[in-house]
């Protein structure tokens, strides 16, 4: 089982700063691993598929990046909607399994 | 409009049995790998199982497996999760999802039902 782990576990920042998220994985998925983000209360959304594509509807402020073990989100300027909970997911083999999370906060 | 919406959650005891649905709109049912994925109080999200679109291929989380079926009625659009031998951890609210179009990750999900297992 391909393991992910995901840091920080908590991001403080305020609106308009840039948020970074790192999803590590256990051994290489390639470039087989999406982004989603939940809020309370809903279910998760998908934001990026396969590192880097952003799905549909998605602002341009989200983005993807990285291959094999380490991949990137970046949220270039939160918006007061963004602050919330964001989830890697790999499908590279099976088990599909996704990363704990990291939750963006308001600082 | 693409819909999905669970239904068949509940309380049961340890041991029980339960049977949840997921009925699926406005995309072509039988062409979409569905997956159903849950959440426990206050925890990440967690993938449960999956099955192809023609039924032939099915995927189960260890923590799952045995006890758990998952199965569809593509004649209805319908995704079905029967879980056994249920137990507290078992307890959260289980989502089904909808393949997308590129591989399993899962593109439109449903508001989720609720499951709990306690006595």
């Known amino acids: 089982e391909i393991v992910l782990t995901q840091s920080p576990a908590t991001l403080s920042l305020s609106p308009g700063e840039r948020a970074t998220l790192s999803c590590r994985a256990s051994?290489?998925?390639?470039?087989?691993l999406a982004w989603y983000q939940q809020k309370p209360g809903q279910a998760p959304r998908l934001l990026i598929s396969?590192?880097?594509n952003r799905a549909t509807g998605i602002p341009a402020r989200f983005s993807g990046s990285g291959s094999g073990t380490d991949f990137t989100l970046t949220i270039s300027s939160l918006e007061p909607e963004d602050f919330a909970v964001y989830y890697c997911?790999?499908?590279?083999?099976?088990?599909?399994?996704f990363g704990g999370g990291t939750k963006v906060e308001i600082k | 409009e693409v819909q999905l919406l669970e239904s068949g959650g509940g309380l049961v005891q340890p041991g029980g049995s339960l049977r949840l649905s997921c009925a699926a709109s406005?995309?072509?049912?039988?062409?979409?790998?569905m997956t159903w994925v849950r959440q426990a109080p206050g925890k990440g999200v967690e993938w449960v199982s999956t099955?192809?679109?023609?039924?032939?291929?099915?995927y189960y989380a260890d923590s799952v497996k045995g006890r758990f079926t998952i199965s569809r009625d593509n004649s209805k659009n319908m995704l079905y999760l029967q879980m056994n031998s249920l137990r507290a951890e078992d307890t959260a609210v289980y989502y089904c999802?909808?393949?997308?179009?590129?591989?399993?990750?899962?593109?439109?999900w449903g508001k989720g039902t609720t499951v709990t297992v306690s006595s």
């Open positions: 997911q790999h499908r590279s083999s099976w088990p599909l399994t």
């Open positions: 051994q290489s998925v390639s470039g087989y």
């Open positions: 999802a909808k393949r997308s179009p590129v591989g399993y990750y899962m593109d439109v």
């Open positions: 406005g995309f072509t049912f039988i062409n979409y790998g």
């Open positions: 099955i192809s679109g023609n039924t032939l291929s099915t």
């Open positions: 396969d590192a880097s």
